[in-house]
């Protein structure tokens, strides 16, 4: 027979009511939030260096504030995130140390290297256009402080996104060598966009669980179909081509066929074995252990003040 | 290696004058001087509020879930962190 | 003058801190009339300031994705962004007084080395990289602002409206940055032996370079009204990083200064070797692509 807890934990969830952190929960809902939660805190702290690779050589002044400001900003949202799975009993330097390890995942288009100052731009449009996509429907996920994260991230998300797009335009109002470089970067990045919805719903072992608990809302299928039908009109505006031959419009469907995505790609990187996984994890892991001492002074003194008080 | 073993904090951020302070959000942080900087610094980027409260989580009582959804006011100094300032034609579709 | 200390210790001010104080735009309704003066020195001025700020703000951009947590990120890259706001509205003024058609982006990345004027202190490797560390980082922190704020106090006096604005607005952001190195400085020398160590040798790393930032320049001789003389900061400069060290338990460094070379230095356009890299970075997209737009 099913517990009362259990019963109410449904009904709540039924009623699109949100779970808040001393409710009564399933494990099951509780790891699955705190692995979902975990990686998306690490995506965007793993997410500042491939942009952040360009802060130095932003090529105006007005173009490095933005950058800064919105490398920063993911700073932000990690911290926001990292918050949010502690409601449930995670310890931010767990996680961090499960990060450094190997141990939990982020986001596998981090994993692709930032070569041009184009990358920029369509970082912005589509990564952070796809990842909008992904993170517009977690604003109504069930659990309060996930969903609530969300909407704080979402809303200076549009700001990175649209800052891209501005930037793509700009650069293919320019020389001919800034169009080209426009076009380069959106081959590159247009697949590993495809990529970060997740693999097709019928191998998306997580799926099917995570949508009766209302913490995923739409399937990744559905989310990728949402993205492309998006992209395609921005990018005929920006004057880009789409990488995908196969990229046309199915009346009868309502929607934009495309084409294979070449998920040996995706499973080799999301397995350790992209072009830059190694690098962002020694990074990060070179980031928090060069800074152990000063966290630990800090820790010290605030020791030694409460003693003396 | 050492885990850092800064506390977490909650903070709350009072909008504009006339208004309750509202919790925004948490925080790592070594003690409560600086926690109150580390808030400035990661929850008031946007002009968002004229004054912020933060106390360690731990110091809390709790009832039951009666948390509310944060309030967030625009600001106007770093004008280049609002989506409105950069120039997008409007007949470019969901962006 | 009001001891300067208050800015660190008052946490009730406003001045304490940069949000909340109404600013929408620094310079609007200021005017921009250009006081009678040499025009060359000013726009020198006004490029030794700016190239301060920009040159800096480089340095400490260099923190993001690398702090010793994510909130102490988070506030590097805020003084960061406050400094090449700093930067940007100085150049401009710059090149607005220069009026030889060149803008804040001419003025940033198509200058040679010999022509940026910022102190040496500006563009020293004081960490991340390997010159530094975060106390090192801390150490110039504490200094530059201290000096810094020193400045803006007194130029917010200045006979040029758009100097004067930019001070003003400067002083918030900069009692906050100091106090942000103070609240370091107290931790590190407070907190355990090693951390200790490391603020001590950066303290000393950066403290060669102090003389160099109250030397009376030409161009600020030659403004007066304007430009505010440096030397006339050191007093209340020695008070302020005292009182600091004095809570910290820590001596004032007692280093030696880096000589200029041949009377010449940072303000003259001689820089230390890390300068030619710092610029080669910073400048290589705009040089590399000429006529492209951003």
Known sequence: MQSRELDQFEQTVAADHRVEPRDWMPDGYRATLVRQIAQHAHSEIIGMQPEGNWISRAPSLRRKAILLAKVQDEAGHGLYLYAAAETLGADRAELTEKLIAGRQKYSSIFNYPTLTYADVGVIGWLVDGAAICNQVPLCRTSYGPYARAMIRVCKEESFHQRQGYELLMTMMSGTEQQRAMVQESVDRWWWPSLMMFGPPDAESSNTEQSMLWRIKRHTNDELRQRFVDMSVPQAAKLGVTLPDPHLVWNAERGHHDFGEIDWTEFWQVVKGDGPCNAQRVEHRRKAHEDGAWVREAATAYARKKEQAA | ?95 | MDNAYDGLTDAGEEKHWAFGTGFTDALTGVGRDIPAVDREALTAYCLMLGDDALVYSQRLAEWCSRAPELEEDVALANIALDLLGQARLLLSRAAEVEDAGRDEDALAYLRDERAFRNVRLAEIDCGPGPGGDFGTTIARLLVFSTWRLALFQRLAGSADPVLAAVAAKGVKELAYHRDHAAQWVLRLAGGTEYSRERIVEGLAKVWAFTDELFATHPVEAALPGVAVDPAELRAEFDQVIGTVLTAAGLDLPETRQVAPLAGQSGRDGIHTEAMGFLLAEMQHIARSMPGAVW
């Open chain 2, 1 to 95: 290696m050492t885990r850092s073993s800064w506390p977490l904090y909650e903070v709350f951020v009072r909008g504009k004058r006339g208004l309750n302070h509202v919790h925004v959000g948490s925080l790592h942080a070594p003690d409560d001087e600086m926690a109150l900087r580390n808030a400035r610094d990661l929850y008031t980027r946007r002009n968002e509020g004229v004054s912020i409260w933060v106390v360690k989580a731990e110091s809390i009582t709790a009832s039951s879930p009666d948390e509310k959804d944060p309030f967030f006011a625009p600001s106007g100094d770093k004008v280049y962190r609002h989506p409105t300032f950069y120039a997008i034609p409007e007949d470019v579709p969901h962006l």
